[in-house]
């Protein structure tokens, strides 16, 4: 009696604490979690396809730039496409952790995906679209991050994470832009 008065007047109930851990089906999803679920696998689901979309948006650019002075565009092109594929394996982990699946069905990943692809052969033109893309994703986790609000702090933190490389990525393709 004496250990569960103390435990609460840390603030927290130690024993229903571990009672609660004790239920091993939800994985890391423990009693404690606040969001609705269902809505944020949708979510995810949703910003996974953007991702993808954006490694094979970025990877045909990478692939078919061509003419002298480009190679920066290029590299950035290919460095931006592996660090979307990051992003995406991310998600895809989390969906997992909320004992979700994950949905890689080409069939619907354009229909799900915020951005769009594009297969522009000219480089100012992929610039553009990528651009467009950036700032996409960047309005698209915005608006993710302040539905999740408090209820999901892991998923918030990864968004937020996400969001800011998508930020770098905005900057970096406004700087390619012809001045």
Same mark, same amino acid.
């Given at each position: 009696?004496?250990?569960?008065?103390?435990?609460?007047?840390?603030?927290?109930?130690?024993?229903?604490?571990?009672?609660?851990?004790?239920?091993?089906?939800?994985?890391?999803?423990?009693?404690?979690?606040?969001? #609705?679920?269902?809505? !944020?696998?949708? &979510?995810?689901?949703?910003? /996974?396809?953007? *991702?993808? %979309?954006?490694?094979?948006? @970025?990877?045909?650019?990478?692939?078919?730039?061509?003419?002298?002075?480009?190679?920066?565009?290029?590299?950035?092109?290919?460095?931006?496409?592996?660090?979307?594929?990051?992003?995406?394996?991310?998600?895809?982990?989390?969906?997992?952790?909320?004992?979700?699946?994950?949905?890689?069905?080409?069939?619907?990943?354009?229909?799900?995906?915020?951005?769009?692809?594009? #297969?522009?052969?000219? !480089?100012?033109? &992929?610039?553009?679209?990528? /651009?467009?893309? *950036?700032? %996409?994703?960047?309005?698209? @986790?915005?608006?993710?991050?302040?539905?999740?609000?408090?209820?999901?702090?892991?998923?918030?933190?990864?968004?937020?994470?996400?969001?800011?490389?998508?930020?770098?990525?905005?900057?970096?393709?406004?700087?390619?832009?012809?001045?």
């Amino acid at each position: 009696m004496e250990q569960n008065q103390s435990n609460l007047a840390h603030g927290f109930d130690k024993e229903a604490i571990r009672k609660a851990a004790a239920n091993l089906d939800d994985g890391a999803v423990t009693d404690g979690y606040q969001a #609705d679920r269902e809505a !944020v696998i949708r &979510m995810l689901n949703d910003a /996974l396809a953007t *991702e993808l %979309v954006c490694v094979l948006r @970025y990877k045909r650019h990478y692939f078919t730039v061509s003419g002298r002075g480009n190679g920066q565009v290029k590299a950035e092109f290919l460095e931006h496409a592996t660090q979307e594929q990051e992003h995406a394996d991310w998600l895809a982990e989390r969906i997992v952790q909320l004992n979700g699946s994950p949905d890689f069905n080409p069939a619907s990943l354009v229909a799900r995906s915020h951005a769009e692809y594009d #297969d522009s052969d000219d !480089v100012n033109a &992929m610039i553009r679209a990528n /651009l467009i893309a *950036e700032r %996409v994703a960047i309005e698209s @986790y915005r608006q993710m991050i302040a539905a999740i609000g408090d209820k999901d702090p892991t998923t918030r933190n990864l968004l937020i994470e996400i969001m800011a490389v998508e930020e770098e990525h905005a900057d970096d393709m406004r700087d390619l832009l012809p001045k």
